[in-house]
T-cell receptor
Framework: GNSVTQMEGPVTLSEEAFLTINCTYTATGYPSLFWYVQYPGEGLQLLLK?????DKGSNKGFEATYRKETTSFHLEKGSVQVSDSAVYFC?????????????FGRGTSLIVHP | DAGVTQSPTHLIKTRGQQVTLRCSPKSGHDTVSWYQQALGQGPQFIFQYYEEEERQRGNFPDRFSGHQFPNYSSELNVNALLLGDSALYLC??????????????FGPGTRLTVT
């Protein structure tokens, strides 16, 4: 079955530091990959996506590249801000068996200090 | 363009009671999915509705049931509440499977506390 593994948090950084949150996946088909962000007390917001190998998703300074050979989709940002403090979820969705239900990782909490 | 809306925002219930949560999908979306998110965990899929029918179901007991209305809005019902049902319940909407990308748009959630 499908699964997503994320690095455990919390990840604690100072403002303007470089961010990497690792995500690897297992899928039986050819999935689309997503990063969602959840701010305190809110639902999930789609941050970025990639639908095929070597695609790079990007948004708000965040980037992630779909690496089929390493089954990874690591999230990066060159310079984090305090406002980026949130929980980040990696997810995949594929068409295996006609299912479009995303499978989520457990989430990685990011804390950015001024 | 209104996004996904959910009501109520918070809810406190007693063990054994029943609860109904409501969701209106994003404009242009006809598929609604429900998720349970326990504290510190990722969302767990409960079920998905399309064309007023349950199309997919996750590993949740029959105490969890749902409904989709002709206007695509949806309800999640939970009977015989247990303490373990305390969680954030998320609704997500998407376009018809096969008609677009697979991304889902989430509402802000309903925080259910069972005492």
């Amino acid at each position: 079955g499908n699964s997503v593994t994320q690095m455990e948090g919390p990840v604690t950084l100072s403002e303007e530091a470089f961010l990497t949150i690792n995500c690897t996946y297992t899928a039986t088909g050819y999935p689309s990959l997503f990063w969602y962000v959840q701010y305190p007390g809110e639902g999930l917001q789609l941050l970025l996506k990639a639908t095929k190998a070597d695609d790079k998703g990007s948004n708000k300074g965040f980037e992630a590249t779909y690496r089929k050979e390493t089954t990874s989709f690591h999230l990066e940002k060159g310079s984090v801000q305090v406002s980026d403090s949130a929980v980040y979820f990696c997810a995949l969705s594929d068409r295996t068996g006609g299912s479009y239900i995303p499978t989520f990782g457990r989430g990685t909490s990011l804390i950015v200090h001024p | 363009d209104a996004g996904v809306t959910q009501s109520p925002t918070h809810l406190i219930k007693t063990r054994g009671q029943q609860v109904t949560l409501r969701c209106s999908p994003k404009s242009g979306h006809d598929t609604v999915s429900w998720y349970q998110q326990a504290l510190g965990q990722g969302p767990q899929f409960i079920f998905q509705y399309y064309e007023e029918e349950e199309r997919q179901r996750g590993n949740f007991p029959d105490r969890f049931s749902g409904h989709q209305f002709p206007n695509y809005s949806s309800e999640l019902n939970v009977n015989a509440l247990l303490l373990g049902d305390s969680a954030l319940y998320l609704c997500a909407s998407s376009v018809t499977p096969g008609q677009g990308s697979y991304e889902q748009y989430f509402g802000p959630g309903t925080r259910l506390t069972v005492t």
